[in-house]
Each structure stands twice: as structure tokens, then as C-alpha cells.
């Protein structure tokens, strides 16, 4: 059986000769190769380079300047890039045994299966290699919400969030994943509809390095767990939520140090615009960025736009309680739910379009520009979560 073993790296030289030694160890009865996707800023790619020089088998290496959708996007590259169907994902700090690999090809052989998921948390799987019992109860925490939130798709799956999975390429297009966040796992399993099995396997201390799990992964997961579930406009409402709250907590602070509540009521506005634009960039829009105009012409547009929408929902609203003789309270929440719709798809559309090529006919402009798709409301279908 053919396989390629995908292990995206970040900063991790001091661990690529033994990880390449312990593959080669322990699969000799494998047509096996290595394939790093490498987004370092260290010596990493030149430690591959020479280690691939005299290693027993394959070795190869593409390392990514733009590391485009993180953690997920190199994985995604990596199955791309795999000379093999068989694919199987790992770390490259050693955390997963290499000595399992020859027991996820084992289960994939039966021929029942289209993933093999390396878990932790199945009977005779371990998680000693997390560093503390913070980080223990953080990963319990954190599959547990997974599960609850897609109770079918992962009904039978124990450890979603592992890093050390088995995937047959045949079974699913790899260019159809949206890569977001370092959960890959959890994006192919919600989107696909896979066989899925488990072997287990016990969680290493690194070999060498420090960890790179952090607050900002733990946001990115967060934000890749609910787009999935619900979709980007959730993410973008709850945004506006969050912002309608600190647009009155910041008005009721500057009124009570006695600011104008006018003026109080400017700045609280002006300052909840910006936040929510910050937010925006790097939680809803983030992979719409790349192929949008600069980061000052995004921001000048939500900037005036979510000004005059303003403007115009407050122009409305006795309109619509003076001669139309809606409640003040009703008016009020229909301008809001319409304003959110506006203010999505004018971000969407205008905001974050896509710059125009002037070489490309007027028709290139990427399609997912044009509608309202399933990745905006709920690209996972509620029947089969």
C-alpha cells in the first residue's frame, strides 16, 4: 500500500532527523514517503533539505511563504500534494507515536473505513503528553463542545480534535474543504459524510520545542467551531451583538464622568464601529482578505457605510412609528434585522469583493461573491449534524 505522511511544520528543526528516523523504523513494510508542509521562520526547511540527503526513504518538503488558512490550509496543501491516496496527518513534534502509523493503515485495509482516527480518549488511548491539568481539562472541554454541537457526524468519533488521523483521498474532493483554524479533522468530518473508525493511541511529550497552542489558537478554534455549525453570518451577528453591548457600556462609563450623553453617545458608536471591524477581519472575513483591496480602503468602506446606515435606520424610525403607526419598540427591531442583513451583504459583496484583474474579463470576478452560499448560513446540514 502506498502512503503519504503529511506533517505540517512550524519552527520545529530540532525534531525533523528523529521524526524521519522513526517513520522510517517503523514502517519498513510500507511504500511510504514524507511530505513536510512547512510554514517556518526558522532553519526548519534546510534541516529537511539535509535530512531528506540520506534518509532511508522519501522525503519531501513544500514550504508555503503565504501559509495561507494556518495549520488546516498546510494539511490541505499536504493532501493535494501527496503522491499517495492513503494520507496520514501528524505532528511533527513527535507528540504522535510514528510507531502507530502501521496500525492506522492496518484498520484502513479492512476496506470499511474511509478515516482512521488516532484518539486519545477510546478505550486504551492516553493523554499524558499535555503539559498540565489546565491543558487537560481545556481538551476535554473543548471535544466535548464539539461533540454536543455536531452529535450525529461525530456520534461515534471520540477524540475530533486530534491531529493523528488516517484519510483515503478517493473518498471525498480535498479541494472542496475551506481550511480554517488547526482543526482539519473536525472541518473534513463536518463536511463530509465519511466512515469513519478509531484505533487508539497514547499523546507524547514533545521530543523537543515548545508548544504552540495559545489564547489566539483557542480563539481560532472557537471561531472555526461555530462557522462550521452555523455558519459565517452566526459569527458576524454575534460580532454585532457583542458590539451592542460595549456601545452602551461605553456610553453609560463616558456619561458617568460627565461626558454629554450626546457626545457619549458619538464616541460609544464611532468606537463599537472600529471594534467591530477589527473583530471582522480576523474572525468572519479572514479568508476573504487575500484577493480584497488593502486593509485601509476595507476599513474607509464598513467605516462610512456602517455611519450612514446609522443614519438612515434613525431617519426611519419615526417614519415608521408616525405614520405608519408601528410601535416604537417593533420599528425599532425591524430596522435592526434588516440593517443586518444590509450590512452583511454589503460587506461581503463591496467590502471584501475581490480586486478586479484588468487583464480578466469582467466575468472573473470569483463567483462567491455573487450569493449568499451555504459557508454564510449553515454549511453543515442540520439533519446530519
Not at 54 to 78: F, K, N, Q, Y
Not at 214 to 243: C, E, K, P, Y
Not at 301 to 324: C, D
Amino acid at each position: 500500500m502506498q502512503v503519504t505522511v503529511v506533517v505540517p511544520t512550524y519552527n520545529e528543526a530540532p525534531n525533523v532527523a528523529e521524526l524521519v528516523r522513526r517513520v522510517a523504523a517503523a514502517t519498513p513494510s510500507l511504500d511510504l514517503e514524507i511530505l513536510f508542509v512547512d510554514d517556518s521562520t526558522d532553519d526548519t526547511p534546510r534541516v529537511i533539505e539535509q535530512v531528506a540527503e540520506t534518509a532511508p526513504i522519501p522525503v519531501r518538503m513544500l514550504h508555503r511563504e503565504d501559509s495561507v488558512g494556518g495549520l488546516s490550509g498546510a494539511v490541505v496543501a499536504g493532501l493535494q500534494a501527496a503522491h499517495a491516496d492513503v494520507c496520514i496527518v501528524m505532528d511533527g513534534d513527535l507528540q504522535h507515536p510514528p510507531e502507530d502509523i502501521v496500525n492506522l493503515v492496518a484498520r484502513h485495509a479492512r476496506g470499511d473505513v474511509d478515516v482512521v482516527v488516532a484518539s486519545r480518549y477510546t478505550e486504551n488511548g492516553e493523554n499524558g503528553g499535555l503539559s498540565n491539568a489546565l491543558r487537560v481539562f481545556v481538551s476535554q472541554a473543548s471535544t466535548n463542545l464539539t461533540k454536543a454541537l455536531f452529535p450525529k457526524k461525530l456520534k461515534n468519533v471520540t477524540d475530533p480534535m486530534t491531529g493523528f488521523f488516517l484519510v483515503d483521498r478517493t473518498a471525498f474532493d480535498v479541494n472542496d474543504l475551506k481550511p480554517r483554524g488547526f482543526k482539519i479533522l473536525l472541518e473534513i468530518l463536518a463536511r463530509e459524510s465519511l466512515r469513519v473508525a478509531e484505533i487508539p493511541f497514547s499523546f507524547q511529550s514533545r521530543h523537543a520545542g515548545e508548544s504552540k497552542a495559545s489564547l489566539a489558537q483557542g480563539l481560532s478554534f472557537l471561531t472555526q467551531l461555530f462557522a462550521l455549525r452555523f455558519g459565517r453570518m452566526s459569527l458576524f451577528a454575534v460580532i454585532g451583538a457583542l458590539g451592542a453591548v460595549a456601545n452602551v457600556v461605553i456610553m453609560w462609563m463616558l456619561v458617568h464622568t460627565g461626558v454629554n450623553y450626546m457626545v457619549a453617545a458619538i464616541i460609544s458608536a464611532e468606537v463599537t464601529i472600529i471594534g467591530n471591524f477589527v473583530l471582522q477581519e480576523r474572525f468572519v472575513f479572514h479568508d476573504m482578505k487575500e484577493q480584497a483591496s488593502a486593509i485601509w480602503s476595507r476599513f474607509v468602506k464598513s467605516f462610512g457605510f456602517n455611519n450612514a446606515e446609522a443614519a438612515v435606520r434613525i431617519a426611519i424610525l419615526p417614519i415608521m412609528v408616525e405614520a405608519l403607526h408601528i410601535s416604537s419598540v417593533m420599528a425599532t427591531a425591524i430596522t435592526l434585522v434588516v440593517a443586518f442583513f444590509v450590512r452583511f451583504a454589503f460587506h461581503k459583496f463591496v467590502v471584501y469583493a475581490p480586486r478586479r484583474v484588468a487583464a480578466a474579463p469582467a466575468t472573473a470576478v470569483a463567483p462567491r461573491t455573487g450569493v449568499i452560499d451555504e459557508l454564510d448560513t449553515k454549511p453543515v446540514a442540520t439533519s446530519e449534524v
